[in-house]
């Protein structure tokens, strides 16, 4: 893994040179049948404890040298009050591995006490472990919770709001799925139902959770949220009551099936319009995106010849058995901005759909059309197989296409997940049967590895050639589902696998297959060529992720489906039972890298250390963009109080810089979080500056001497 070399002031007995660097470290038996292993995890230190068959947990002893005071919170996370500041430790999580499933086992923090009055830290088992299996103690799990009742329920879309709530779409069979009092609708209708669930940021309770539908049946595939908290959710119905309203542009089912798009206010409690949008056939809405006017833009499929388009459009006939639509809702629900076809004499279907700063529309899904639109210069302007992903991208007014390529090789190709960088790169991801799948030099997997692989492909701006493109599977089935990007260009999808081999990373929450099919969740960095975090999720069952999200933080959150009873979930999640035949899931994730100087002490005899504090922050990296989040306290007694939070993005290979007032404050600390693969290449530094603004050399902090936070790493 390398050497690091330490200089650190004059005295030549503090330098250290030739350091090994381990990406995990194992103390074994550090008690009778225990061992601790340390790894390094994105730039954080992360322990387990494992006890093999013989070990027994109430040996387990830690002390914290230097500590003032160390309790529990009500959740059952450790905190340990240093001079530094407060240092949080998750509570536990525990699993035994029996060779076909990880099974969690309910675990908890105690303290005790000793003669001398200090405490030392333990854990305790709240169910019984198989003996004859070793069991792995876990601090530091995420949330990760099953939504569902007592038949099939699935998690289709997925997205956050700045809060870090997570809203999710899908559809129901339960007639006991989990609603909230004063939801838009709490009764179940049908035979299958669409529902739309926002919970809280810790993932611990339901915000709001409604159906929504008639007395046919529903699918929730698609979901945005706005600034203001309202959820915008795009499927299909054969319903013809379903709920609409008045003044939408249609309230009345007009085939078989038609699309529907609807909006839903912050409290979960009332439409704010809802519309049918379709011909005398069969439609289906498969996507959703907005700007940040309100529109809605949606893709999908129809087979209806009378789908409504409008004037001017770039494709007002439907082509073949059929097409692929693209739909601009005005704000209000009452109009189309614009609305196409988008296929050729086949059959075409639009399943995901990206919007970049100037409202041009991009869109992925198949197509089996050797006459789908392609434009000239385009990457590929040739049918090459039986069925070929399709990339699309539409002018604003949705009257031209500015490209629009095949994407695909000699067999079958699926584009299920869309979206697009700052620089309108446009990101797919789904799944090729195809051995001469296109992909580029030095991308991560350049060859065909079965029946099946994912594959992950950035073109760039003008849709003529690839930036990178690459598999990504093992030798089973895998799919791609559904695509996110960071501020840097790291690319996270989510999707399933069959493979036992399906590439992992050492620090995957889950590195092995333990059902016939589980959901992989891939971190892919900004040039395609590595992966900076993969794991399998799910249990002895089978699960699908299909839907993925990022905060502005860098966090992922993932929804699916699993069949799975020991799906992993976390205690005090809002639901850790398997309900029925199948049950939606919601995951998340943490990828954020959190430092903090710690307090620094701000007063002398003589008065204050510092006026102000500046913040210098360069990004090293001469291509990506990476994302800082820096907040500031201020002592007050013992309590730390919030006066800074910010949120920006710096440029590659550029110098910002920020100051703070400090004068006032006994004592301070800054802690700053950085998002996206260009982490490694930035640096922040902390200047303390008297009145005269000189810099206070004593206690300025460069980014190696800040203490990594205890915050949750990348597991579910």
């Known amino acids: 893994m390398g050497t690091f070399n330490y200089f650190r002031g004059s005295n030549p007995t503090q330098h250290h040179v030739q350091l090994p660097v381990y990406r995990e470290v194992t103390y074994r038996q550090v008690w009778p049948g225990i061992d601790v292993v340390f790894q390094g995890d994105q730039r954080n230190l992360k322990y387990d404890v494992v006890l093999h068959p013989g070990g027994h947990v109430d040996d387990i002893r830690f002390v914290c040298e230097g500590a003032d005071h160390i309790h529990l919170d009500d959740a059952g996370n450790l905190l340990i009050e240093t001079s530094l500041g407060t240092f949080t430790d998750l509570k536990p999580f525990a699993y035994q591995d029996t060779g076909c499933q990880r099974q969690p086992i309910d675990c908890r923090f105690v303290l005790r006490s000793e003669a001398d009055g200090s405490k030392n830290i333990g854990f305790e088992l709240m169910e019984q472990s198989d003996p004859g299996y070793p069991l792995v103690i876990d601090p530091i799990l995420s949330y990760s919770t099953y939504l569902g009742g007592s038949e099939n329920d699935v998690g289709f879309g997925i997205a956050v709001d700045a809060s870090g709530s997570a809203y999710v779409a899908g559809f129901t069979a339960s007639t006991d799925f989990p609603t909230t009092p004063g939801a838009f609708d709490t009764t179940f209708n049908a035979s299958f139902e669409a529902f739309v669930t926002k919970l809280n940021p810790a993932g611990t309770a339901l915000v709001y959770s409604t159906y929504l539908g008639g007395s046919g049946s529903e699918q929730g595939l698609g979901i945005a949220v706005d600034l203001s908290g309202n959820a915008y959710v795009a499927g299909f119905t054969s319903s013809a009551d379903f709920p609409t309203t008045p003044g939408a542009f249609d309230t009345t089912l007009g085939g078989l099936q038609n699309a529907f798009v609807t909006k839903l206010d912050p409290a979960g409690s009332a439409l704010v319009y809802s519309t049918y949008l379709g011909g005398s056939v069969t439609d289906q809405g498969s996507g959703i995106v907005l700007d940040a006017s309100g529109n809605a833009y949606v893709t999908g499929s129809t ?95 949705g009257t031209a296409l500015v490209y629009s390529t095949y994407l695909g090789g000699s067999v079958i190709e699926t584009g299920y997940g869309i979206a697009v960088d700052t620089s309108d790169h446009a990101y797919v991801t789904g799944d090729t049967a195809s051995a001469d799948f296109p992909t580029t030099p030095g991308a991560f997997d350049t060859t065909f590895n079965s029946s099946f692989d994912a594959f992950v492909t950035k073109l760039n701006p003008a849709g003529t050639a690839l930036v990178y493109s690459t598999y990504l599977g093992g030798s089973g089935f895998d799919r791609g589902t559904d695509i996110a990007l960071d501020a840097s260009g790291t690319a996270y999808v989510t999707g399933f696998t069959q493979s036992a081999d399906f590439p992992t990373t050492p620090d995957a ?11 992989f969740v891939t971190k892919l960095n900004s040039t395609g060529t590595a992966l900076v975090y993969s794991t399998y999720l799910g249990g002895s069952g089978s699960e699908q992720g299909l839907g993925i999200a990022l905060d502005a933080f860098g966090n992922a959150y993932v929804a699916g489906v699993t069949a799975s009873d020991d799906f992993p979930t976390t205690s005090g999640a809002f639901d850790s039972t398997f309900g029925g035949v199948q049950d939606a899931f919601v995951v998340k994730f943490d990828f954020v890298q959190s430092f903090s100087t710690g307090v620094i002490p701000n007063l002398t005899e003589t008065g204050p250390i510092a006026s102000t504090i500046q913040v ?101």
């Open 509 to 519: 929450f889950e590195n092995s297959l333990i059902g016939p099919q589980n959901v």
């Open 303 to 397: 087979q209806s010849a009378d789908f409504p388009v409008t004037p001017g459009a770039f494709d007002t006939t439907l082509s073949g058995f059929q097409n692929a639509f693209v739909t601009k809702l005005n704000p209000t629900g009452t109009a189309l901005v614009y609305s196409t076809y988008l296929g050729g004499s086949g059959s075409d279907q639009g399943n995901g759909i990206a919007l970049d700063a100037l409202g041009n529309a991009y869109v992925t899904g198949f197509t089996q059309s050797s006459d789908f639109p392609t434009t000239p210069g385009a990457f590929d302007t040739s049918s090459s197989g039986l069925q070929d992903a399709f990339v699309t991208k539409l002018n604003p007014a």
């Open 616 to 716: 210098l922050i360069s990004n090293d990296n001469l291509f990506n963009v990476s994302t800082i989040e820096i907040e500031a306290f201020y002592l007050s007694g013992s309590n730390r109080v919030p006066y800074v939070h910010e949120l920006f993005s710096i440029a590659p290979g550029t110098v910002m810089s920020r100051s703070y007032f400090a004068a006032d404050f006994p004592a301070y600390e800054i802690q700053y979080f950085i998002t996206g693969d260009t982490a490694a290449d930035v640096l922040v530094s902390v200047f303390p500056l008297d009145n005269q603004e000189n810099a206070v050399a004593a206690v300025s902090i460069i980014r190696a001497e800040a203490a990594p936070l205890v915050r949750i790493t990348p597991v579910p």
